[in-house]
């Protein structure tokens, strides 16, 4: 997986590159100097067009040939299991349960590795490379990036976890026993309305589902908190910008550049941050499948 998140990375670098490129062509070009001035910077916005494109492919394609690989693995060992031991598992009776596992579990615990993981090396790597970008065109500027990166790309995403996890993995264990309510509603459904206790049966599905709404009622909250912060560190981080290139009279075409910067910057960290939300369930998902054997 290290190819692939080199790849992802170089993707998302590719497209920093590609706009601060732009902004400095373009803003050059306002002021009309010579062609031979431009053509370097008409070459180089070329190539991050064209690389990032080509790296975003072949990220994708190692990426989940590679996890795709350990899926079919695990579900042959998981099959392997089952049929090793079908009687204790029947006996068990949590066959409901056993057949969520099978079917989500393992498409989490593989999208673990893509969602998250891979996500977050690549945000890291290229928040990495806009500091160190943004430090070469100003000193002043750079100190800020980089305490920006240290801010989203390590303690946003920690205290993030720290807050979601809890609820992730309470909503996981309420869905899993509401597989097995359900399996066992449908299966002795025919005696439960020959004995009067249907409405039981159907009252306790219920009450998990209301259980479950209500756990994904605070989450949501949650996470529209943590993305409400996020944006107002984005957008201060645009307006500091903004204020500094006025207050130190930057050339017009380091105000472009330290613009398309900030705007394009973050473009990792907002595709890896909606993983983040529900990355207690793959987590969970991953742990479930190992117990699955005892």
Do not use: C
Not at 122 to 131: D, G, K, P, T
Not at 242 to 257: D, G, N
Request: charged content about 20%.
């Amino acid at each position: 997986m290290i190819w692939a998140y080199l790849l992802s990375a170089f993707s998302y670098i590719a497209g920093i590159g590609l706009n601060v490129t732009s902004g400095w062509l373009i803003t050059m070009a306002s002021f009309m100097p010579p062609v031979l001035t431009l053509s370097v910077a008409v070459v180089m916005v070329r190539f991050f067009g064209i690389s990032r494109a080509v790296t975003r492919y072949l990220e994708r394609i190692v990426s989940h040939q590679t996890v795709f690989n350990k899926l079919a693995k695990l579900r042959s060992d998981l099959y392997k299991r089952i049929t090793s031991r079908p009687r204790e598992l029947l006996i068990a009776g949590r066959g409901g349960r056993l057949i969520k596992q099978v079917v989500d579990d393992i498409e989490r615990a593989q999208e673990y590795e893509l969602r998250v993981t891979l996500p977050g090396a690549a945000s890291i790597i290229s928040m990495a490379a806009a500091s160190l970008l943004a430090f070469w065109l100003q000193p002043a500027i750079g100190v800020m990036w980089i305490l920006l990166t240290l801010t989203l790309t390590i303690v946003i995403p920690k205290v993030l976890v720290s807050r979601l996890t809890p609820f992730a993995k309470e909503l996981e264990r309420l869905e899993s026993q509401y597989a097995d309510e359900v399996r066992s509603s449908v299966h002795g459904a025919l005696e439960a309305e020959i004995y009067g206790y249907l409405d039981e049966v159907i009252a306790s599905t219920h009450n998990l589902e209301n259980r479950i709404q209500s756990i994904e009622i605070k989450l949501l909250k949650k996470i529209r908190f943590i993305q409400f912060f996020a944006n107002l560190v984005l957008g201060l981080v645009l307006i500091l910008t903004v204020i500094y290139s006025s207050t130190h009279s930057l050339p017009p075409v380091q105000v472009s550049m330290l613009i398309f910067l900030t705007l394009t910057g973050f473009e990792a960290v907002l595709a890896w941050y909606p993983n983040l939300f529900t990355s207690g369930k793959l987590l969970m998902a991953k742990e479930k499948l190992e117990l699955i054997p005892e």
